[in-house]
Each structure stands twice: as structure tokens, then as C-alpha cells.
């Protein structure tokens, strides 16, 4: 069964979120979508987990069908969560994020630790000096051509529609483990995941730099949940070894997922439905 609503919060905005399965269940799954700046696309998730325990998705405030001007701050956006658990009467919560959803989960956990059951975190986060190596595996991945093409879309002072699609289009594919089928892919999500808040986008990367996760890791492997664990999908161009240190660094399981990119679902569904079930059923006991 799907059911969805709308929170308001403290401050005014309005978060919309959607539901799969029996909501009375206790504890449930939140899913917590990356960006910063796009709405939520993790529905191809859901299912996956929603007859174990209730799975909520919400656009984060700016994005989606959640709207707000703005200013953003990572402070703000761990108080949505926190909300959201109160308006929907949830003490605690699974929480499964990708990407940037995963600097969201444990800033959260840093704040709120009693209410988080458990914590899953694809695909992220990353910490230390890894933008380096990325930057230079995503030019690798491109042509000559291609490389050209997105700095000039990156330097319009306006784009239009079909300009955003291309410029995202361009941005993503990168992110998948085969170049041709990453193009596919990557022209669907700019299409889908639109528009994308730029300005929450600057606003809460600057601000992840001038309080970077590293300065906390102490504290957060003192207010993880005992049940958190880390994936990544091998093909990401993003430095796994930036996981496996954190992982390390605050003991956590690393499951790395062969043949799979920075969105590990679309690549090896069969997989990643498998992990999510385990994880979420060590969790809840069915």
C-alpha cells in the first residue's frame, strides 16, 4: 500500500513524502536521496524493503514537491529529518541513504543518535582528499569531445532546457560502470530528477567545506548505531579506497558490489536487493 502527505515544519516549509507498506510497523525504513539539490529518486528502492518494514521517501526541502526558497543548512535539513519522524510518530528509524543522503544520515546520527535504529550508507560518504582523484577518473571516462562540450555548457551564464538535460546528461553518465549504458541511464535521470536547486546545491557544499565530516569522525563512531555498515559499487568513480579508509577508520562492514557504479541499483538490482533485505531484516527479525 502506498500513502503520501505533507509535513510542515517549524519554520514553514512543507516536506512531501510517500509511503510503501503498513505504516503502523515500527521501526521503518527512511530513504535519504543525494544531491544536494535534487528531489528524491530512490522509488526504485522501496519495494525492495517495504514488506519488511514501512519505506518512506521524501523530497528534501527546495527540491521536488517540497518547496522553499531557501537559505540551506545542513543543521536545517537533520532537523527536517527529525521532524518528519515526529510527525509520522517513528522514535527511531532505519536510515539507508546514497550519496549525499549518506553525509545527511550521519550528521543526523551526530545530532539525534537515539533515533536512529540502524544506518546504511551507499555510495558515501566520503571524506579526506578524494575530489582529486575523482575529477581526474571522471575526465578519463570522457572523450575529448564531451570534455569540451561540458565545460561550455558549465560556463553559460543561462542554459535552456535541453541545455540542462545535456549538461546533466554529461555530468552523470560517468557515474555508471559501462560508458554506452551510463549515457542511456544518465539522459533518463536529467530528464526525471528535475529541476535541480543550485542554490541549495552551493549552499550546502560550501558548507560541508568549512565543517567537513572529517573533523568528526570521533564522535560519530561513538554515535553510530551498532547496526551501520558501508556499500559501494566497485566501478564508482569516486575513490573506493576514501571508503575502505572510512571504514577502517570507524570499524564499519565495507560490501563492495562488483560491476556497479555510483547508483549500484541499476546496474545489479538483484544485488543490492538482496543487501538491503539482509541489512534491513537483521534490523527488524522477519
Known amino acids: 500500500m502506498t500513502t503520501q502527505g505533507l509535513v510542515s515544519t517549524?519554520?514553514?516549509?512543507?516536506?512531501?513524502w510517500t509511503a510503501l507498506g503498513d505504516t503502523t510497523r515500527r521501526p521503518a525504513v527512511i530513504l535519504l536521496h543525494g544531491g544536494p539539490g535534487l528531489p528524491d529518486y530512490l522509488s526504485p528502492l522501496a519495494p525492495m524493503t517495504a514488506d519488511l518494514a514501512p519505506t518512506y521517501r521524501y523530497d528534501q526541502r527546495g527540491t521536488g514537491q517540497s518547496p522553499w526558497p531557501g537559505p540551506h543548512t545542513l543543521t536545517r535539513h537533520t532537523d527536517d529529518l527529525a521532524e518528519l519522524l515526529d510527525a509520522r510518530d517513528l522514535p527511531s528509524a532505519i536510515l539507508i541513504g546514497h550519496s549525499y543522503g549518506t553525509d545527511l544520515a550521519v550528521r543526523f546520527c551526530l545530532r539525534h543518535p537515539t533515533r536512529v535504529a540502524a544506518t546504511l550508507?551507499?555510495?558515501?560518504?566520503?571524506?579526506?582528499?578524494?575530489?582529486?582523484?575523482y575529477r581526474a577518473e571522471?575526465?578519463?571516462?570522457?572523450?575529448?569531445?564531451?570534455?569540451?562540450?561540458?565545460?561550455?555548457l558549465k560556463d553559460l551564464p543561462h542554459r535552456t532546457e535541453d541545455q540542462e538535460v545535456e549538461l546533466l546528461t554529461l555530468s552523470w553518465f560517468t557515474d555508471h560502470a559501462d560508458p554506452e549504458h551510463g549515457l542511456h541511464q544518465a539522459a533518463i535521470a536529467a530528464r526525471d530528477r528535475r529541476p535541480v536547486n543550485w542554490s541549495m546545491n552551493r549552499e550546502l557544499n560550501a558548507e560541508a567545506l568549512t565543517d567537513p565530516l572529517d573533523d568528526h569522525l570521533t564522535d560519530l563512531r561513538a554515535h553510530l548505531p551498532e547496526h551501520t555498515e558501508l556499500l559501494a559499487g566497485t566501478e564508482d568513480p569516486r575513490p573506493l579506497a576514501a571508503l575502505e579508509s572510512l571504514s577502517l577508520r570507524l570499524g564499519l562492514?565495507?560490501?563492495?558490489?562488483?560491476?556497479?557504479?555510483?547508483?549500484?541499483?541499476?546496474?545489479?538490482?538483484?544485488?543490492?536487493r538482496s543487501h538491503l533485505r539482509r541489512f534491513v531484516r537483521g534490523v527488524v527479525g522477519r
Open 253 to 272: 562492514p565495507l560490501t563492495r558490489i562488483e560491476g556497479a557504479g555510483h547508483e549500484p541499483w541499476v546496474e545489479r538490482p538483484e544485488v543490492v
Open 138 to 152: 571522471r575526465l578519463r571516462r570522457m572523450s575529448p569531445a564531451q570534455r569540451d562540450r561540458l565545460r561550455t
Open 121 to 133: 550508507l551507499m555510495c558515501g560518504p566520503f571524506t579526506g582528499a578524494w575530489h582529486t582523484a
Open 10 to 16: 517549524t519554520d514553514g516549509a512543507r516536506l512531501h
